[in-house]
């Protein structure tokens, strides 16, 4: 695998490219099926309230209408995580968010189904709201999941790794900090929408926009109780996902629901406004960090608290809870960890995973922490970070094993290419610069439900023309999954990426993959992919070494060739081959599979943070701040990335310079805002995302650590170049106008409030001083692993 | 709602359709006559997804009235290739990796072509200027930018 090689690592167009250009791809409210209806969902207009009544007989008699189902239709609870099933597809008896799926109809057309919900009649018995964190962990307040009061806890967590209480008496220097992370969502621009068609035979398929086809099969199996062999899920071509489709969600149970009662296919697309209520975005976080530290910058221990504001439901917030307090250790060598973590329920829309998930909220307080350390300790923010790198092929003291890790060359790359330390500290006031680094996964390490099974299946099929379909359950959701597997492939049978047919991302056709979150599809996928290529190979090579009676090793696949080494005029073409290939042994279908070795440490929780190997970023960015009017603008961003190897550049640098642009927004002003439980802006005109006057010029550095088990040395990208961009822009404006916004996003109102405090005499900072009262569990006290030595 | 009789050029192509009065050209377009390379990402026109040209001028199909593009010429992201060639900008954008999730692709092609027949050499500030109003949340628009630059210089032909 070593090279060289002849399409991986090559800066080639996405296979559907052209499609994507000429508006031909086919998204999934693109579809309509003959006969179809539209159907719509009634969301509850309250944050909290017992549903003491509905009256759907107005609506069922308007002509056109061809079904109404609520709550009593489809009472059978799911969630993406099998410990936490807590949601119904339309509220029973109850509402706990404002957009909440109350009903739903089935009409005609839109207008008819739109007329529908209006006369659907609900009386509502309103409770008193839960909106806030302090408010979740009110005793006095009512139970979202519950009867009594008391308090709104969804899951707490609390780990020691080390001796902390030791690690703390040692240090020369301890820091206590808190920060504050504002919810934000994915918007992605393609809203989602499922077509659900019941046929005549009983057969149910369902065309959605989800990121999870295997999941959602799974839960449309549970929910409306027919065997999974009658159920198809198809995903279609993604207009953008980041985690926002992730979920099973109620409009594909509803959608399907309705194509059972009426014989008709259904299609439900969500408008906007829908959209911000559907969310699972990124959980607001309070976060309290403590850190020791010796006079020379080495850490010798860390606590860090974290409460995550959930929202309604659970989702994935289990999940979400403990990766707030997984991979701080991924990038520095923390010998003593404590964790403790608390996800409350609020009467808001369900948060959930977004690229990151629940890791951009403690990387933007570690990262902010240390640079306020390094600036105590005299040291620069370079080498406080440098002092405690994590040294490849090391396990750290919460049982997470790192593989590759040039993270070190990663801080060198963008310090040198932006002249940070002749820079930092020296700018003009008002201008500023800053560094950040972070890690993330290549895959979550364990599925979602437990299982034995592979966590990518991959199945390579060749005709007797030569031609080579490639099926794999991976869902492209732009990020270009369904290049890069075309690309492995390619790669192994000597053929070019575009000359493939990818069949992805269908039940009934392709084998399992997991789906497309935690930036598993490369790594898991592409291994798949890798093994069933690879194994199409051999039988070719061996066909053809045994018609030209040389040995394997002697044959050379390339350019559409099987050819004798260094006699390139031997050669039998690729579809000569091939049938050389099936004569000799039949049928040329081969697969591969994926799962990940077993790496969950010895405590309960180890199963989030573990991965079959993590990326690496480090990220500068240089501002421009005007403190009278608080004002925030990124001017350069320089950002080098530990890829791994880079299967194709062209669309790491995409995934680099789109995780940039999301966390820029993130930054400075993406937010979920409430009022009471009711959202501020569920428009794009109110929840601002950047537009191309917004965007800063970034400078992307790759750097090719070629992981031992990722295909060809491959490691992800996806999402774990966001999380520095976000502390990295916070330290830069530190830099400017020496204000530390302890809070994200920073907006002018929060540069202006520490501008105003800072010249009454009071520190320059905007941002919370306390962490709330919690009683967390007892500590899970867990010996480090034996492999961690001691310094 | 009442319904009007309409004659709409879309592409090169005439059609007569009789159109609800409160129809969207949107949903004329997807909807009626099955062109569904025009996106929609709100309807009300904040993201760009549904840029097209009528009579040249880049328009936002989810505010417009079919019945207000009577006798006008419509050109969507179908009737930019010629003959099965695509456009140098479409050509651009796949060159470029300008598309990820292609959603906002069409229209953000639209709104560059209008630009490129009004000023064939824009600026680099022009073009993200004239870009503005369409919302992309995969690439980061650098890639974009990059690539209206390119077929603005005509070296993707």
Redesign the interface.
Known sequence: MGGPHTVVGK?L??V????????????A??L?RPGMLIGRQLRSTQAHALIVSIDSSRAQALPGVRAVITGSDLPITYGILPVSQDETALAVGRVRHVGEPVAAVAADDA?TADRALELIQVVYEPLDEVVTIEEALDHTRPLIHGDSSGQNVHRAAALEFGDVEEGMAVANHVREDVFWFAGNT??????HCALAEFDADHKLTLWSSTQVPHYLHRTLEKVLEIPATRIRVIAT??????GGKTDPFSHEVVAAKLSMLTGHPVKITL??EEVFYAHRGRHPVLMWIKTGFQSDGEITAMHFKSFLDGGAYSSYGIASLYYTGALQTTTYRIPNYRFEGVRVFTNKPPCGPKRGHGTPQPRFAVECQLDKAAEELGLSPITIRKRNLVEPFTTTVNHLRITTCALDECITKVAEASDFSTKHGQLPVGQGIGLAVGAYMSGAGLPIYWNDMPQSEVEVKVDRGGGVTVFSMAAD????STTVLATVVAEVLGLKPADLTMVTADTDLTPVDLGSYSSRVTFMAGNAALEAATKVRSRIVDAVAVKFEVATDDLVVADGQIAVRGDQSSGVTWPEAVRLAVAAAGPLIESGSYRAPDLAGPYKGAGVGISPAYSYSACIAQVACDAATGMVEVEQVWIAHDIGKAINP??V??QI??????GLGEALFEEQAFRGGLHRGP???DYK?P???E?T??EVFLVESIDPEGPFGAKEVGQGPLLPVIPAIANAVYDALGLRIDEVPITPDKVIAATRAKAKGRPGRFGPTAAPEFLFPTLTRVEAPQEFAAP | ?TAQALTIRVNDKTHRVLAEVNRTLLELL??DL?M?????????G??G?CTVLVDGNPVLACLVLAVQVEERTVI???G??TNGT?HR???A???A?A????????GM?LSAAALLDEEPQPSPERI??A???????????????EAVGVAASGSAD
């Not at chain 2, 598309?99 to 069409?106: H, L, R």
């Open positions: 800066p167009p996405r559907d490219a052209m499609s994507q250009t000429t508006g031909q791809l086919v998204y409210d693109d309509a207008e994915h918007a992605a621009l393609e809203t071509p993604s207009g953008g996902g980041f408008s906007r959701v732009g990020q270009g062209l669309l640098e995409g310079e789109g995780s940039v642009y999301m428009s794009l005109l995302i537009t191309s006057l965007m010029p970034v | 709602m997807r909807e099955g569904t390379g025009t996106k929609h990402g709100c309807q009300l904040e993201c997804a969507t992201i179908e930019l290739s695509p900008l479409q050509a954008f796949a060159d990796g598309a990820q999730c292609g959603y906002c692709t069409p092609i993200q200027e870009l503005a109003g369409n919302l992309c949340r995969c690439t980061g628009y650098n890639k974009i930018l």
